[in-house]
């Protein structure tokens, strides 16, 4: 639905059970002040429909973070994927009592892990 559209659903929703001889004021006034708030945004309420509709990252004050700290938080993120996902191979590994023939020690786990952080 374009933006016009809503404009003009909301118009005809608003407008519903009004007095007919003040439809025609009404819908002006009320095309007004949609068009007055669509070139007058506020802020906080950008804020949070970024966040609660589009899921971003927004902080406690409403703040969009900088490109660079959302490149250092993937980073961060990215580590931490990585450390689970090892984790959850050492754990599978653990629970094979043998594989083709192999015994797991506890050594094996340090150097797969070095391994796998490389």
Known sequence: MTRQEEKNKATED?????????????????MSGIKWAD????????????HEKKGYPIDLNGNLPTFDDLMEDCKTYNVYLKKQLIKKACEWFRGQEEIIGISFQEDFFERFKQAMEE
């Open 14 to 30: 608003f407008l519903k059970d009004k007095d007919p001889n003040l439809i025609s004021a009404l819908g002006f006034g009320y």
């Open 39 to 50: 070139e007058h945004p506020n802020e906080q309420m950008i804020a949070k429909y970024l």
